[in-house]
């Protein structure tokens, strides 16, 4: 299967699962659907994983025990942030301020020396951000009811982008697909804390009464599941700035869905913030192809494709 369709399928995967988790946490608290659809996430991934090469052996930390533990801890509060962030916000709220996590792996590549950042790319930051406040509706004499949910989103793709470099560390000694079942399921374990906390066990009952809702659950499930292992299979086959562009579809695609599910029509402001955040990571996304070409032609190798 080529990069290309191995990027369509990414997106209509993660536009999937935007919607799903929409439509489940309308009917089911937090705690529960997060447990639930991590079930049928961890299944999938486990079938994957210990059903080839050397099985369970795969698992073992190889030396990177802390690093899993950090990645778990922010996994966790990752997972717990965003699912909550849509009892609050809309579902293109999400797919939009979500895709910050660009900005985010910049500016922490920056400050860290892992990355350099250019003028122009400092120029393309404040206009995102404008973007940002037109999205989350922020005005002088206040801000919408939303901007909770809103600020959850972007404080999850801040720790998206943290993840990034923390698995940066753990791949060089384990798989990624091993890496990966691993993540989701501390992040069931997490969730399932949360059902316990909030004293969510009560609604188990009636939970088994809605067998329609357990279907959708066990969607968002299985579509996490699969849409994991999409997105290392393209990241395999094409350069990252491309399947990032193939990403930013996404936003579009949650909002023609959420207007024609949830009848959410994005106000004037918010579609010109919408515009803006995702002209500015296109932007961010071009600069880094181009100087990622320089840098190939630099060392006498093929521009990047």
């Not at 995967?13 to 935007?18: L, Q, R, S």
């Not at 918010?270 to 600069?287: D, M």
Request: proline share 3%; aromatic share 10%; hydrophobic share 60%.
């Amino acid at each position: 299967m080529n990069g290309k369709v191995l990027a369509l399928l990414t997106v209509v995967a993660m536009t999937g699962i935007t919607l799903l988790m929409r439509a489940a946490l309308e009917h089911w608290p937090i705690g529960l659907t997060g447990t639930v659809s991590r079930v049928f996430t961890v299944g999938t991934l486990a079938c994957w994983v210990l059903l080839r090469g050397e099985g369970w052996r795969r698992l073992a930390p190889r030396g990177t025990a802390w690093w899993l533990v950090v990645m778990s801890i922010n996994a966790i509060l990752i997972n717990v942030l965003l699912f909550t962030s849509l009892k609050w916000t809309t579902a293109t709220n999400y797919a939009v301020l979500y895709r910050l996590d660009i900005v985010f792996v910049v500016l922490i590549g920056t400050l860290l020396g892992l990355e350099r950042i250019g003028w122009r790319e400092l120029t393309l930051l404040p206009v995102m951000l404008l973007g940002v406040a037109f999205v989350a509706e922020v005005r002088l004499s206040g801000v919408e009811s939303h901007i909770v949910g809103d600020l959850m989103v972007v404080a999850g793709a801040l720790g998206f982008a943290i993840n990034a470099f923390i698995l940066r560390q753990i791949f060089r000694t384990m798989d990624t697909e091993a890496v990966a079942l691993i993540n989701v399921s501390v992040t069931g374990l997490g969730f399932l804390g949360v059902m316990l906390i909030r004293g969510e066990l009560a609604t188990v009952g009636a939970a088994l009464g809605e067998p329609i809702m357990w279907l959708w659950v066990a969607l968002l499930g299985l579509s996490f599941g699969l849409y994991i292992l999409i997105y290392y299979a393209a990241l395999d086959r094409m350069p990252v700035w491309k399947l990032r562009t193939w990403m930013l579809t996404s936003p579009l695609l949650v909002a023609l869905a959420d207007w024609v599910l949830w009848n959410t029509r994005l106000s004037g402001q918010q579609w010109v913030g919408t515009g803006l955040v995702l002209l500015g990571l296109a932007g961010l996304i071009r600069l880094e192809m181009v100087a990622r070409a320089a840098t190939k032609n630099g060392a006498g190798q093929p521009e990047l494709p």
